[in-house]
């Protein structure tokens, strides 16, 4: 970028749009202490011009359009902070990558899906398209895999990648409250959306980080295959407060690795050991652990979102461009990125945590255990909590690692016993 003073645009004023703004305003000096550029903000867009907001917004440069805002303004660098993974998001960085614009997004979900097309866009136009912020926050975790770890051979990327869902889980740990009782705490404080939490909660918003991830630590094009998502929706204190009992505790881990060079994606609820790293991320906290040759093991921590966190990897991107710094949007061209071939995620395997409500009468016990006997699924431990007043029984069982299709074959089987009176609950060890 040769000229010295960079215009810019941000397009969303909400949560995060409003928050980055103010950051762009106030540290002006410091951005040009640090890269040498002026910039100067010269069109913003929302929805409603006239909405109150946390910081006062200069409603002479409001456009009711974003489009409007490439076609009548001279722009080097747009924020697109919608979030929409298609339409008017889509729309807008496309056209700006076509216009030669550098784009900035925290959008996740425009990333996980439309990334291929938007990062070959911007490589065709020699811009970046810089995205930090959609995976972990404040995290600089892609930036750590495409400099920082840029030569290691990475072969499995994990962690805590939703804030929400790490609240909830931990809270309810702490307080003894219901699934219900801590979503709504979590709405109150701004932890989770108020009007529709489903993609926080079902795994979805962990997935489509799992998706970036997978494809800059593989160096590969962005997976589409349906992979194991699982959210924590239908977890219950109950369990939370067994795993608790057997030195666990339940997080919502999304995991990516290369098994033989195939893909395995997942996101799912998982028993992790209380005295494990991953065990003792709490709150709203999010980490991931990078593995790989030669750094071993890397571990990142930090909060997963918000607007401070979130407007800090922006304003990240935002200097690395303006220092110069113009690279293909994944690590490497669009060319040489590959698709990936997927692991068989049937074959996989992992030790599981069951809770089977029963009818409390004799035989049951033993019509459990010939079911995973037939499925070839081997028990580690029992433990078995009567409700006398109730005539029922929980009964817990770890099993050794099963592989996956025996795993739901035995769930079938268990979900059709007329002595199991409630849905069994699965949770697979990490
Ligand atoms: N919130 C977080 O902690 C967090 C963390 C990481 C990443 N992110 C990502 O950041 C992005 C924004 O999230 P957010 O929480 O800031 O969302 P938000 O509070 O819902 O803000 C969305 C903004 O987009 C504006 N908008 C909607 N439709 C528009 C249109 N057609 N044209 C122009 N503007 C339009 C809205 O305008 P009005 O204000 O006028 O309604 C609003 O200002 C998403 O991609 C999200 O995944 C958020």
């Given at each position: 970028?040769?000229?010295?003073?960079?215009?810019?645009a941000?397009?969303?004023?909400?949560?995060?749009?409003?928050?980055?703004?103010?950051?762009?305003?106030?540290?002006?000096?410091?951005?040009?202490l640090?890269?040498?550029?002026?910039?100067?903000?010269?069109?913003?867009?929302?929805?409603?011009?006239?909405?109150?907001?946390?910081?006062?917004?200069?409603?002479?440069?409001?456009?009711?359009?974003?489009?409007?805002?490439?076609?009548?303004?001279?722009?080097?660098?747009?924020?697109?902070?919608?979030?929409?993974?298609?339409?008017?998001?889509?729309?807008?960085?496309e056209?700006?990558?076509?216009?030669k614009?550098?784009?900035?997004?925290?959008?996740?979900?425009?990333?996980?899906?439309?990334?291929?097309?938007?990062?070959?866009?911007?490589?065709?136009?020699?811009?970046?398209?810089?995205?930090?912020?959609?995976?972990?926050?404040?995290?600089?975790?892609?930036?750590?895999?495409?400099?920082?770890?840029a030569?290691?051979?990475?072969?499995?990327?994990?962690?805590?990648?939703?804030?929400?869902?790490?609240?909830?889980?931990?809270?309810?740990?702490?307080?003894?409250?219901?699934?219900?009782?801590?979503?709504?705490?979590?709405?109150?404080?701004?932890?989770?959306?108020?009007?529709?939490?489903?993609?926080?909660?079902?795994?979805?918003?962990?997935?489509?980080?799992?998706?970036?991830?997978?494809?800059?630590?593989?160096?590969?094009?962005?997976?589409?295959?349906?992979?194991?998502?699982?959210?924590?929706?239908?977890l219950?204190?109950?369990?939370?407060?067994?795993?608790?009992?057997?030195?666990?505790?339940?997080?919502?881990?999304?995991i990516?690795?290369?098994?033989?060079?195939?893909?395995?994606?997942r996101?799912?609820?998982?028993?992790?050991?209380?005295d494990?790293?991953?065990?003792?991320v709490?709150?709203?906290m999010?980490?991931v652990?990078?593995?790989?040759k030669?750094?071993?093991?890397?571990?990142?921590?930090?909060?997963?979102?918000?607007?401070?966190?979130?407007?800090?990897?922006?304003?990240?991107?935002?200097?690395?461009?303006?220092r110069?710094?113009?690279?293909?949007?994944?690590?490497i061209?669009?060319?040489?990125?590959?698709?990936?071939?997927?692991?068989?995620?049937?074959?996989?395997?992992?030790?599981?945590?069951?809770?089977?409500?029963?009818?409390?009468?004799?035989?049951v016990?033993?019509?459990?255990?010939?079911?995973?006997?037939?499925?070839?699924?081997?028990?580690?431990?029992?433990?078995q909590?009567?409700?006398?007043?109730?005539?029922?029984?929980?009964?817990?069982?770890?099993?050794?690692?099963?592989?996956?299709?025996?795993?739901?074959?035995?769930?079938?089987?268990?979900?059709?016993?007329?002595?199991?009176?409630?849905?069994?609950?699965?949770?697979?060890?990490?």
């Open positions: 970028m040769i000229n010295k003073k960079i215009n810019i941000v397009i969303g004023l909400g949560q995060v749009g409003n928050y980055l703004l103010n950051e762009l305003n106030t540290k002006k000096k410091d951005i040009e640090k890269t040498g550029k002026k910039i100067e903000i010269v069109a913003i867009s929302a929805k409603n011009k006239n909405k109150k907001r946390r910081f006062k917004i200069n409603k002479s440069i409001f456009f009711k359009n974003p489009i409007d805002i490439i076609e009548n303004k001279k722009i080097n660098i747009l924020f697109e902070v919608i979030g929409h993974s298609d339409g008017i998001s889509k729309k807008i960085v056209t700006a990558l076509k216009n614009i550098h784009v900035i997004t925290p959008n996740k979900a425009l990333i996980a899906k439309h990334g291929d097309y938007l990062s070959k866009l911007a490589e065709k136009n020699k811009v970046n398209l810089e995205f930090e912020a959609s995976v972990a926050g404040g995290i600089p975790i892609l930036r750590t895999i495409k400099e920082g770890l030569t290691n051979k990475l072969i499995r990327v994990y962690g805590i990648l939703n804030g929400t869902c790490n609240y909830i889980l931990s809270e309810m740990e702490k307080t003894k409250d219901s699934f219900k009782s801590v979503l709504k705490k979590a709405q109150s404080l701004g932890y989770a959306e108020p009007e529709n939490p489903k993609l926080d909660l079902n795994g979805y918003d962990a997935f489509a980080k799992i998706r970036i991830l997978s494809s800059l630590a593989f160096n590969k094009k962005i997976s589409k295959k349906n992979c194991l998502m699982e959210g924590i929706e239908n219950e204190y109950k369990d939370i407060e067994i795993a608790s009992q057997l030195n666990f505790r339940i997080k919502l881990l999304g990516t690795e290369l098994i033989n060079g195939k893909l395995f994606e996101v799912h609820p998982s028993l992790v050991k209380k494990s790293y991953i065990g003792n709490n709150g709203v999010n980490a652990i990078v593995e790989g030669p750094i071993g093991e890397s571990v990142l921590q930090g909060e997963g979102a918000g607007p401070g966190a979130t407007s800090s990897a922006l304003m990240s991107d935002l200097l690395s461009i303006l110069g710094n113009i690279k293909y949007p994944f690590g061209p669009d060319i040489k990125r590959k698709k990936s071939l997927s692991y068989n995620e049937k074959v996989s395997s992992n030790s599981l945590y069951l809770r089977l409500e029963v009818k409390d009468k004799p035989g016990l033993s019509e459990i255990t010939k079911l995973l006997a037939n499925n070839k699924i081997s028990i580690e431990r029992v433990i909590i009567p409700d006398h007043k109730k005539k029922s029984a929980s009964i817990i069982i770890i099993t050794h690692r099963a592989l996956e299709y025996r795993s739901q074959n035995l769930i079938n089987s268990l979900k059709r016993n007329k002595n199991i009176i409630k849905k069994p609950v699965q949770i697979r060890l990490f």
